[in-house]
């Protein structure tokens, strides 16, 4: 019991990221709310609440968009338990998600974006680093598929969008899609990563 507490308190906060991802998205497109004042805005910058960078996420163009999203969701909730997904981990996607909005303000070529695909990204690599350092102590999935995930995020934003456009169609969700999100979150989420990484030096002792 003891030996699945660590786990289980991860998988938790996880959850509560995910419930904080989905459930105001969720709300606000059933309740048809005025969402346009949570819009993220890359082409103005700093110059806009900073708040934009967490509300955007809980934007979306129509039905199939938000159903697509909450999909993803769902799916990362449970490869977060069948990889005993750490507290540490959970964490590091809620930093990411800030995060992910904040990078795309380095490409000014976006008037507006919104959505939570970015933030998605950022929690899938999250999981396939975790699930690679584990090494199958812990996890209940194998290394490997930590691998071809951790391989194939990068893979999906080249060949989704090898010319590094702002905007792309998706015929299948009935809008645009900014792809430079997706790229945006898994770089973010190795950046966070690695920085958890960095040794520390050994403490100074007191005279």
């Known amino acids: 019991m003891a030996s699945r507490l660590p786990g289980l308190t991860g998988f938790l906060a996880w959850v509560g990221v995910a419930a904080a991802l989905a459930l105001p998205a969720l709300w606000a497109h059933l309740a048809h709310a005025d969402t346009t004042a949570w819009l993220l805005h890359p082409d103005q910058g700093l110059q806009q609440p900073l708040s934009h960078l967490i509300s955007c996420a809980w934007v979306h163009a129509n039905t199939p968009h938000l159903l697509a999203n909450l999909a993803g969701v769902v799916i990362m909730c449970l490869l977060a338990w069948l990889a005993r997904v750490d507290l540490t981990h959970a964490g590091l996607w809620l930093l990411s ?3 992910t909005h904040l990078a795309l303000l380095l490409d000014p070529r976006l008037h507006s974006y919104f959505g939570m695909s970015g933030v998605l990204h950022a929690g899938i690599t999250l999981l396939a680093l975790h699930i690679v350092r584990q090494n199958n ?8 598929t930590g691998w071809i995930l951790l391989l194939g995020v990068p893979l999906k934003c080249v060949l989704e969008n090898p010319r590094l456009l702002p905007l792309i169609d998706r015929p299948e969700l009935g809008m645009q899609v900014a792809p430079l999100s997706h790229v945006s979150g898994f770089s973010v989420a190795c950046l966070v990563w690695l920085a958890t990484r960095i040794p520390r030096g050994p403490a100074k002792s007191r005279p």
């Open 97 to 99: 998600w800030p995060l």
């Open 137 to 144: 102590t812990v996890s209940a999935i194998p290394s490997w």
